[in-house]
């Protein structure tokens, strides 16, 4: 069901359907009546049919949402699993050494590049071999 209510969470984050819900009763051609939960009383339970999409889902493989725990912060932290370049750049007064490192959960192409300096405090594991590519 898609609506403006953002159920607790705002900005891109948010989900744009929550449900499925069953259908209660046809008011209108275009507007339909839900069986909503008691936590969202507060819901008005009649939707306009442009709102609401189809469930075409196996009612076996419905997870309640009761029974995930979604932080507040919706965050995580990606760890880097290799280096795969080194560099230095030169600035008009000083130098600075980057590496691109290769992130967990992402390809070869999404690698980035960070200080040298600031990935040996706070990944030194990945200094270890003193193995840094050309």
């Given at each position: 069901?898609?609506?403006?209510?953002?159920?607790?969470?705002?900005?891109?984050?948010?989900?744009?359907?929550?449900?499925?819900?069953r259908i209660s009763k046809?008011?209108?051609?275009?507007?339909?009546?839900?069986?909503?939960?008691?936590?969202?009383?507060?819901?008005?339970?009649?939707?306009?049919?442009?709102?609401?999409?189809?469930?075409?889902?196996?009612?076996?493989?419905?997870?309640?949402?009761?029974?995930?725990?979604?932080?507040?912060?919706?965050?995580?932290?990606?760890?880097?699993?290799?280096i795969l370049d080194c560099?230095?750049?030169k600035l008009r007064t000083?130098?600075?050494?980057?590496?691109?490192?290769?992130?967990?959960?992402?390809?070869?192409?999404?690698?980035?590049?960070?200080?040298?300096?600031?990935?040996?405090?706070?990944?030194?594991?990945?200094?270890?071999?003193?193995?840094?590519?050309?």
């Open positions: 069901m898609k609506g403006v209510m953002r159920f607790g969470k705002k900005g891109k984050l948010s989900p744009w359907y929550i449900g499925p819900y046809r008011i209108v051609y275009v507007a339909y009546e839900l069986e909503l939960p008691q936590y969202l009383a507060a819901v008005l339970p009649v939707f306009n049919i442009s709102t609401l999409k189809k469930c075409m889902g196996d009612p076996s493989l419905i997870i309640s949402t009761k029974n995930i725990g979604i932080k507040d912060s919706l965050s995580y932290e990606e760890i880097p699993v290799q560099q230095v750049r000083k130098e600075v050494e980057s590496v691109k490192d290769l992130w967990r959960n992402q390809f070869v192409e999404e690698a980035s590049w960070e200080a040298e300096k600031v990935m040996k405090n706070r990944y030194p594991r990945l200094f270890e071999s003193g193995e840094v590519p050309n």
